[in-house]
């Protein structure tokens, strides 16, 4: 492992690889947390995982480019572009976190819907109300070492598009 990690800061696509693998971590623990662990997610929070939906595929791109003998370009282009999209994640991040230490407001429709389909008589509305939670996006449902999941987002989304940044600027093999 070591020899890997040493040789990511050589080599394109093998620190390329490294933060495809870390960014994929980070979307599959958000998705364990709402799924193995119960958290519902609230708008914001769902706003989050985009930019690794937009991000991530890029990055892979860049890979499959360098390992099959893409042009560079190529590589350099999807790297630098998941990097911003990952900038734009980690600084939805920043605004949930501030809205939840109460630095600014946050939004004022944030909330998340689970459990339900669209009613279609005003009975079965009365009775999905029951299946419907609301998840504010300034509260917070988990602290680790004092950051909320919106707190280890911008570390995670900053560590992807840092990497993803020095990745661009390395030669495909080192």
Do not use: H
Request: hydrophobic share 50%; glycine share 14%; aromatic share 10%.
């Amino acid at each position: 492992m070591g020899g890997f990690v040493a040789r990511a800061f050589r080599d394109r696509p093998t620190l390329a690889s490294l933060v495809l693998l870390i960014g994929l971590a980070t979307i599959a623990g958000a998705w364990g947390f709402e799924l193995i662990g119960g958290y519902v997610p609230c708008k914001l929070c769902l706003e989050q995982r985009d930019p690794y939906y937009w991000g991530l595929p890029l990055i892979a791109i860049a890979i499959i480019a360098d390992r099959f003998g893409g042009p560079a370009w190529l590589a350099r282009v999807a790297l630098v572009a998941g990097a911003a999209i990952l900038v734009y994640g980690a600084g939805l991040g920043v605004y949930q976190s501030g809205a939840e230490w109460g630095f600014w407001a946050g939004p004022t429709d944030c909330g998340a819907t689970r459990g339900g389909t669209i009613p279609g008589s005003a009975t079965d509305l009365l009775g999905s109300l029951d299946k419907v939670k609301i998840v504010d996006c300034t509260k917070v449902q988990f602290r680790l070492l004092g950051l909320s999941f919106a707190g280890w987002n911008v570390v995670a989304a900053s560590i992807v598009a840092l990497g993803a940044l020095r990745a661009a600027m390395l030669p495909r093999r080192g």
